[in-house]
């Protein structure tokens, strides 16, 4: 959450109302402790609910789901436990017909925040938030783990103390990564379905191809773009059927070049497209090169970023502009 700011609308858990589901589960706690106040959201494979008088979060998946992604989901949490901007799970288990994580309650997304500032971010809010993200990126591919599913709703701040970190979550697509596996799946047939989300997926995840470092990148590179010019080149596109819009996205990518990208963007945001698609499937990016190329960057333009170590900066929203700005303590 934000300190000492106002509390937006998606922050505002709670409400008189209480489904069915919810209210039997006051009567018989998850694990004998934890209790269900609210449903957060809903994605493909499970819901999280709010848990405990607001004390954490509760993410449920039905037993029908096989195999099962949660329970991959709280297995690559646990590697990562001891990381600045993992959550943390507290409990992994069974309840009647659902397998339930119980993990670190956090604070709003990226998507909320770029919703809330007007969807568009300054560039020192999107270089604060960029330098924070190349940091988690390089600890989850040393840990041998791809995230496959880069975007604003997958980045969330923490709360309390931790309101100004960024947590990367929802490890639902992510897969252990070695440059041997990744040269295995080239010699497989590229599967036809998308692997990740169309608007930021890389062109690997549009083909179905072995993924590697290099795909998160990408994809951070895109969701960069947008959140300092407020869309990308391949919105809007018309298309019959969700299976031929995918395409059309595939297509306007790789018709779009880096240069044609980031046009209106400072030429270090090219360069960083340029130097990412570059890199060769399973090699090792230069996460420090490219968050110095950024750092560069904000000190030509003024701008007096951090040099991380736990991204300790106040993050708050300038009201009177509505734009998205990191504010130094």
């Not at 046009?263 to 968050?291: N, T, W």
């Not at 007096?304 to 708050?316: E, W």
Request: proline share 4%; aromatic share 10%; hydrophobic share 40%.
């Amino acid at each position: 959450m934000f300190k000492g700011e106002v509390i937006m609308p998606a922050q505002r858990f709670v409400s008189t109302s209480m489904d069915p589901f919810v209210k039997k589960l006051y009567d018989r706690p998850i694990n004998g402790k934890y209790v269900l106040i609210e449903r957060l959201g809903k994605g493909g494979f499970g819901v999280v609910y709010l848990g405990n008088d607001q004390e954490l979060a509760l993410k449920l998946e039905h037993h029908s789901v096989d195999p099962s992604f949660l329970e991959e989901e709280a297995q690559k949490y646990e590697a990562f436990q001891d990381a600045v901007g993992f959550p943390k799970v507290y409990w992994f288990g069974w309840h009647d017909d659902f397998r339930v994580m119980a993990f670190e309650l956090l604070g709003p997304t990226l998507e909320d925040l770029f919703a809330y500032c007007g969807h568009r971010f300054s560039l020192k809010t999107t270089l604060m938030i960029v330098d924070q993200i190349l940091v988690r990126l390089e600890q989850l591919h040393s840990g041998g783990v791809i995230h496959r599913d880069i975007k604003p709703q997958n980045f969330l701040l923490g709360t309390g103390t931790n309101g100004s970190v960024i947590y990367v979550t929802d490890f639902g697509l992510a897969d252990e990564y070695t440059i041997s596996c990744v040269k295995a799946e080239e010699e497989i047939p590229p599967r036809s379905h998308l692997v990740g989300t169309a608007r930021f997926a890389s062109i690997s995840g549009h083909q179905g191809q072995a993924q590697s470092p290099k795909d998160d990148l990408e994809s951070l590179g895109y969701m960069m773009a947008f959140f300092v010019l407020g869309r990308l080149p391949w919105q809007g596109l018309q298309a019959h059927g969700r299976g031929e819009k995918t395409r059309a996205v595939m297509e306007k990518k790789m018709a779009t070049s880096a240069e044609q990208l980031c046009e209106e963007l400072p030429e270090e945001f090219a360069q960083y497209m340029e130097e990412v698609k570059d890199i060769s499937q399973g090699g090792r990016p230069h996460y420090e090169k490219l968050r110095h190329q950024f750092r560069t960057l904000a000190v030509r333009e003024g701008m007096k970023i951090l040099r991380v170590t736990g991204a300790k900066f106040t993050m708050k929203v300038s009201l009177r502009h509505r734009k998205g700005v990191l504010h130094k303590p």
